[in-house]
């Protein structure tokens, strides 16, 4: 993993580092203001998050503290940028090989002396790492909690001035957790060896037994809790019935053509049929799950790690040690057994806080598998299981908005209003009619079989089933026999877990049996109303959050780029993500860099990174723009229009930022028919930059005709140059046209396809 000249190249020494921070002991706002500079010389980002501000002051004081932030919060600079500011060694405790490959490859990445020391490593790496500490050079040190407590390393430690030790994926020493490691627990003896170092803990995990546990166990001293917000505005969540789960699976896949995504199944037989099936539909998928033997699993994480591989099909088994920051969907083909689990599962999407999708596709029978495998658990044990299974089970069928469901559930107050970014909020879940009539007589149905019957029977005596259980208990003879004859059964499945959700019916005892609530009792006088939804899954739309993302971006210089760094990836032995992540690849998409200057100023690269790869980038950059007559450097457009990184959710939340003051001019000159040249006249924009606010008016409007820019007998010769599998890439239709047609016509045409369903959205 540590290469020695490798090391020698990248390092921050300790001298240079100290030229940013002229002493250790300056007033704290200086502090904070070595700590903004160091994020923006070698990270590139601007500003802290407001709570990593907060955690990082309190680490520079020294108090000891839990950190709660959820995946893709931002931990790691936490502790990153103290260890930098404070004098001595840090110490970073991690529980897998993998993740701490892939932080101190990015710390290398930006120029940071860090290293691992593990089981792989050769005896004269190790020394190498020694050397480094003792000199001081090094500046974080990643450990395994067993490794760390070794009584050698634990001595030769205790020779060596340290500022502190933090310790990722904390959770791991709870066993109220869902991640419990017993060699977490040997960090309890920390406190005994180095009474004075200040220990920090961080975890996504967020329940309070939770934190008090880890603070507990580690004996801090009275110690900071920072717990930020469970919600991840950029994932969108949407939550269907599973019909026919093959095609679901497919139509989702082909939202993201060329995109990481992770598709989570209950049961490894279930990854092997559905790996099989992807295959056989042209997609690059492995299959991951405990059964398959070691080598074949990291070989199949190796590779979707490295983009060999789109998808990757999986059980519960992957996870953990997976920091891919670029995975835009993760696909649930069941319910797992707990809301945390989901948020868990689901959470690995969009760690790089641009738009990603969570699908999850549920089935009755997904609890019944559960409640089979927790069949063994000691009482006390299933009975908490089965809690948290309803609770997944009442998120499934819930008509509450999804994030702030799952922000609810973690015991944190949801904003009211709609999120933009679920299924609910985004009306894909139409109400019907005449709910409260239908609830009515759903609710009367369980009151008139003396409410000793199950969900399945009630639903029979509805739809008016002359099944033999029906007939023998003369259930035809009842009033509410037939009174909703027509009704699909699954939809009536469906809406009677919306009542149990929303509180108005309840199950009992060890047969569930349906019983009506007190706030159903008051449905049936009228004086409450359910709602009631059916899915309209026909159309799900691209969400505001993903336009935003990707308003200004050029995708097929994305795409070149993504290439780009794919190989550079390569010939550097990184995952593609460590280089660069899927953020600063927009913006420079979007931007069009054309120095090494212009791109330094790309959010998330630093010096480091753009003395690396600035001269690369810059030239295919620079290349792409001249073959297409494209201006470069669009600085101003980025700024104008969204104040703020074009796709992260930092700074505004997305979902609420509209297309800047010139691109609705733009906008209102398109639609009363100016040609291009004119309005990048009107606008003092280049034809570039008004093309592509012309490609999103047509996508905005869904216009499905060319006019005016685009004459009808030109549009049907350009027409047939795309071809679907191009993945809406421009080059290969401008090459079938023998660089007859501009650009411009063909992003004209490519948007008028797209609003067709040329491509799926
Ligand atoms: P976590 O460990 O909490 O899951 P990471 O530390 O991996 O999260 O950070 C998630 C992403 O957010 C990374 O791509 C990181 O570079 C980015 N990030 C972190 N802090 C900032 C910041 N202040 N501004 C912009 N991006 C940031
Ligand atoms: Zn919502």
């Known amino acids: 993993m540590v290469d020695a000249t490798d090391l020698a190249d990248r390092e921050i020494t300790r001298e240079r580092l100290d030229q940013a921070s002229s002493s250790q002991f300056a007033a704290q706002g200086s502090c904070l203001k070595e700590a903004r500079s160091l994020l923006q010389r070698l990270w590139g980002y601007e500003d802290f998050r407001p709570l990593q501000e907060q955690v990082i002051q309190a680490l520079l004081d020294g108090r000891e503290s839990v950190v709660v932030l959820p995946t893709g919060g931002g931990k790691s600079l936490c502790y990153q940028v103290p260890a930098l500011l404070k004098s001595g060694l840090a110490i970073v405790v991690s529980p897998l090989i993998s993740l701490m490959f892939d932080q101190v490859s990015s710390l290398q990445e930006v120029g940071v002396a860090a290293a691992a020391i593990h089981s792989g490593l050769s005896n004269q790496e190790r020394q190498l790492i020694a050397g480094q500490i003792r000199s001081g050079e090094l500046r974080l040190l990643y450990l395994s909690p067993e490794r ?3 009584d050698r390393m634990l001595g030769f430690l205790e020779q060596v ?3 502190m030790v933090a310790i990722d994926e904390a959770h791991c020493i ?16 920390l ?7 200040p220990i920090h803990a961080f975890t996504a995990t967020a329940t309070q037994e939770v934190r008090q546990d880890i603070a507990r166990q580690l004996g801090l001293a009275n110690p900071q809790f920072h717990v930020g917000s469970f919600d991840r505005p950029n994932l969108i969540y949407r939550v269907l019935p599973r019909e026919d789960r093959d095609q679901q699976v497919i139509s989702t896949i082909r939202r993201h053509p060329g995109e990481s995504g992770v598709v989570y199944c209950l049961r490894r037989k279930d990854v092997d049929d559905v790996t099989m099936m992807l295959k056989q539909a042209g997609f690059r998928a492995l299959p991951y799950h405990a059964g398959l033997p070691d080598e074949e699993r990291h070989a199949n994480q190796h590779a979707f790690l490295n983009d060999h591989v789109e998808i990757i099909v999986a059980t519960v088994a992957f996870g953990m040690g997976i920091d891919k920051s670029d995975v835009r969907f993760v696909i649930h083909t069941g319910a797992p057994k707990s809301l945390e689990a989901y948020q868990q599962e689901s959470g690995r999407a969009g760690r790089d806080g641009l738009d990603a999708e969570c699908w999850l596709f549920y089935a009755q029978g997904d609890s019944a598998l559960w409640r089979s495998l927790q069949a063994n658990l ?7 299981a089965q809690q948290v299974l309803a609770g997944m089970e009442g998120f499934c069928q819930s008509t509450k908005c999804r994030h702030r469901a799952i922000v609810e559930y973690f015991g944190q107050a949801g904003e009211s209003g709609k999120c933009g970014a679920c299924d609910i909020c985004l009306g894909e879940l139409t109400e019907v009619e005449d709910s409260l009539v239908v609830s009515q007589k759903i609710l009367s149905c369980v009151v008139r079989v003396e409410q000793s019957f199950g969900a399945d029977h009630v639903c029979k005596v509805l739809v008016g089933s002359r099944a033999k259980n029906i007939l023998n208990r003369g259930h035809d003879k009842l009033s509410t026999f037939g009174l909703l004859k027509g009704v699909d059964l699954k939809v009536l499945r469906h809406w009677i877990e919306q009542l149990i959700s929303q509180g108005f019916l309840e199950r009992y ?4 049996l349906l019983r009506v609530t007190p706030a159903g009792r008051l449905v049936l006088k009228g004086v409450q109303s359910p709602r009631l939804l059916v899915a309209n899954s026909t159309s799900f739309r691209q969400t505001g959050i993903a336009q935003v993302a990707w308003a200004g971006v050029d995708r097929e210089l994305f795409e070149e780029l993504r290439d ?5 990836a390569a010939e550097r032995g990184v995952p593609p993500f460590i280089i660069f992540g899927d953020a600063p690849l927009r913006e420079m998409a979007s931007v069009r860099p054309l120095s090494t200057t212009s791109f330094r100023q790309i959010r998330g690269i630093g010096d480091k990174k753009t003395s690396l790869y600035g001269e690369v980038f810059v030239a295919v950059i620079s290349r792409y723009c001249h073959e297409r007559n494209l201006a470069g450097d669009q600085f101003a457009l980025r700024d104008q229009s969204q104040n703020s990184p074009p796709a992260t959710v930092d700074q505004s939340p997305p979902i609420k930022r509209e297309p800047g003051e010139i691109q609705k001019r733009a906008y209102e000159l398109f639609s009363s028919g100016q040609e291009l040249e004119a309005v990048a006249k009107v606008l003092e924009r280049s034809r570039s930059t008004v093309a592509q606010y012309l490609e999103e008016y047509i996508l905005d409007r869904g216009l499905q005709d ?3 820019w685009v004459e009808k007998n030109e549009f049907s010769q350009i027409e047939v140059a795309f071809e679907p599998e191009d993945n809406r890439r421009l080059k290969p239709a401008f090459d079938r046209l023998n660089g007859q047609v501009s650009y411009e016509k063909l992003r004209v045409v490519r948007a008028c396809l797209q609003n067709r369903g040329h491509w799926p959205m």
């Open 148 to 150: 760390l407590m070794t």
């Open 161 to 163: 001035p340290l500022s």
């Open 174 to 189: 709870s066993d109220w957790g869902h991640d419990f490691r017993p060699e977490y627990r040997m960090l309890s003896g």
């Open 191 to 197: 406190k005994d060896r180095f009474p004075q170092l």
């Open 378 to 384: 000691p009482e006390e044990a299933q009975q908490t």
């Open 509 to 512: 005892g060890e047969y569930s």
């Open 564 to 568: 780009l760094r794919r190989q550079l």
């Open 706 to 708: 060319g006019r005016p």
